[in-house]
C-alpha cells in the first residue's frame, strides 16, 4: 500500500491561492491514479480532482474546474494541486489519495493520506 502525506495547507483570504502537495511512499508512485478530495465541516467527502499515471489525462469537479489545477511529478513522488481565486466556500480539510484506476479513486476505494486545512476567508 502507498503511503500518502498532504501539507500546504493554511489560511487565505479569498481570491488568493494555494498549492498543496502530496508526498508518496511506499510503492512505486507512477502505477497509480492520484486524486485529491476535501471534506467541509459537517458533510461527506467531495471529489475535487484526479490524474492518471503519466499525468496527460485529468479530471475535475465542476465547482473548481478553472480555478484548480492538478499535477505530478513522478521522479518526486508527488501530487499537487494548484489552487486559484480561492473562494469561502473551498474551506475543507484537503485529502489525497492513490488508486489503481480512476474508478477506484472515485468510489473512495484507495488508500488515502491524513488532509491538510484549507481555510479561506471572506
Known amino acids: 500500500q502507498v503511503q500518502l502525506v498532504e501539507s500546504g495547507g493554511g489560511l487565505v483570504q479569498a481570491g488568493g491561492s494555494l498549492r498543496l502537495s502530496c508526498a508518496a511512499s511506499?510503492?512505486?508512485?507512477?502505477?497509480?491514479?492520484m486524486g485529491w478530495f476535501r471534506q467541509a465541516p459537517g458533510k461527506g467527502h467531495e471529489f475535487v480532482a484526479a490524474?492518471?499515471?503519466?499525468?496527460?489525462?485529468?479530471y475535475y469537479a465542476d465547482s473548481v474546474k478553472g480555478r484548480f489545477t492538478i499535477s505530478r511529478d513522478n521522479a518526486k513522488n508527488t501530487l499537487y494541486l494548484q489552487m486559484n481565486s480561492l473562494k469561502p466556500e473551498d474551506t475543507a480539510v484537503y485529502y489525497c489519495?492513490?488508486?489503481?484506476?480512476?474508478?477506484?479513486?472515485?468510489?473512495?476505494?484507495?488508500?488515502w493520506g491524513q488532509g491538510t486545512q484549507v481555510t479561506v476567508s471572506s
Open positions: 511506499g510503492r512505486t508512485f507512477s502505477n497509480y491514479y
Open positions: 490524474i492518471n499515471w503519466s499525468g496527460s489525462i485529468t
Open positions: 489519495t492513490a488508486g489503481e484506476s480512476i474508478a477506484t479513486i472515485q468510489e473512495k476505494r484507495g488508500s
